[in-house]
């Protein structure tokens, strides 16, 4: 059996770009003593002293690239072409493909991530969840109905009670579904990982989620904070633990601004109606009124919560000796993301619409062709058949309605596709990338000492997270 003084190591270069990554593989030739490497990408980040030798390790400094390979929008657009066709089948391998398109795409020290999920894995751990929580639940409901009825006269609270039910495997599915991906990555051969964990997440998660509800949300972040820490706390790259320092008051100050302005906003309106002397409908007229200056004010509010949170968070973690930093921007983020959705927008209306009349048209002039009718008639008797027009021909009618139906059908997927894909492109991709470039390594070379892990089951392949909904980049 392997020792970790046999195990490869991740500045083994020449065993990584030779594919000798494994356990298994033949000893590779010992590593050549040459300094620091550099490529065009990252010439900016490896420093050099006047005198020409390179910095002591503890004081380099380097980043992650996101460097887009131009392949997820097409993964993205014939992914959800294909899966509709296939009722959902092939969503676990455009899922799969997409995980390992980004994943290849971040750059660390010149070399990029790696993604070895598969899409038959996922599905079969879906198809196991999708069973064993059938089961759960048409127990647990039956037991949760029965007992509401004896409490409650018409059972309703057992009904309420059998959705809750269900809350708790969502913490669980989602430490199983991160813990599962973490699994799957590799860089310069050395497998990520993540501690088991998944029951003890769950049962904290629950008294965190008591906790913030009690305190009517005030104790989100405490929820944020203590989930990620412990998370990041179980989780390496090979032999290395990350470490997740700080406390959840730096997440607060984030938080915080809701209640303020909360606050504010209910003294505003309170003093308009006082000064005004409004009345009920008055009131109701101006807080109609304010819903959306008010929707898009939180909206912003929300954004500069999750990048304060993610600025902070990795402001202090940190990998064996390697620490981090971060100098994301609220302001970068927020316009990436409203600039990409008004483009996607605009793109998705053009596109579509273009599809819209190449499918349909063309549908109808498939309808005339079959139905023997002229490009007219095919029209009418389509729009007779929507009408309920007694007199159309009814044979004839809906013989020209199925191709047209059909056309408007793939005009929807189209349309669904583009959008997915545009959004990828022009609003994940470039946030991603914003994270990347905000992460600052000192240190980077403290990952020379990561020890190989051994490789790990798939377990449920995060089938539970994607049978809930919590699954890490599993949803469309």
Known sequence: MATDADMPRSWDLERFRTGQSSLNDEPAPAPKKVPFRTSAAHEEEIQERDDGEWLAPAQRKSRPRYVDGGR??????????????????????????????????VRLEGDPLEYTGTGIEKLIGFLVAVALLAVYLSIAQLLLVFAGAAI??????????????????????????????????????IRFGMDPGALTFMGLSLLW???TIVTLGLLYPYMHFKQAQFMANRSYVGSLRVTQGGSWLGLLSYWIWFYILSGLGFLFVW?????????????????????????????????????????????NRSVGGVTMECDLSTGSVLGRYISGTVTTSILTTIFGSIGGLVFIFGGIWLSSALGGLEFEEAIAALVGLFNGDEEAPPLTALLASVPAVIGGFLTYIMGFAVSYAFTMVLVFQPILAMKCDAILLRNPGGFDRAKQRS????GDAGGFATALGVDIGGGI
């Open 72 to 105: 997820v929008f097409w993964i993205a657009f014939f992914g959800v072409i294909v899966s509709t066709i296939t009722l959902g089948l092939y969503r676990f391998w455009m899922v799969t493909n997409l995980r390992r398109e980004i994943a290849g795409s």
């Open 152 to 189: 409650f006269e018409f059972g309703q609270g057992g009904l309420f009670a059998a959705a809750i039910a269900s809350l708790p495997f969502l913490f669980w599915a989602q430490y199983r579904g991160r813990a599962y991906v973490m699994s799957r990555l590799r860089w310069r051969g």
């Open 209 to 211: 989620l008591v906790a």
């Open 271 to 315: 003093g308009v109606s006082e000064e005004m002397k409004l009345g009920g409908e008055g009131i109701s007229l101006m807080i109609a009124l304010l819903v959306f200056p008010a929707a898009l004010i939180f909206g912003i509010m929300f954004v500069n919560y999750n990048t304060g949170a993610f600025r902070y968070l990795w402001d």
């Open 455 to 458: 490789a790990k089951d798939a």
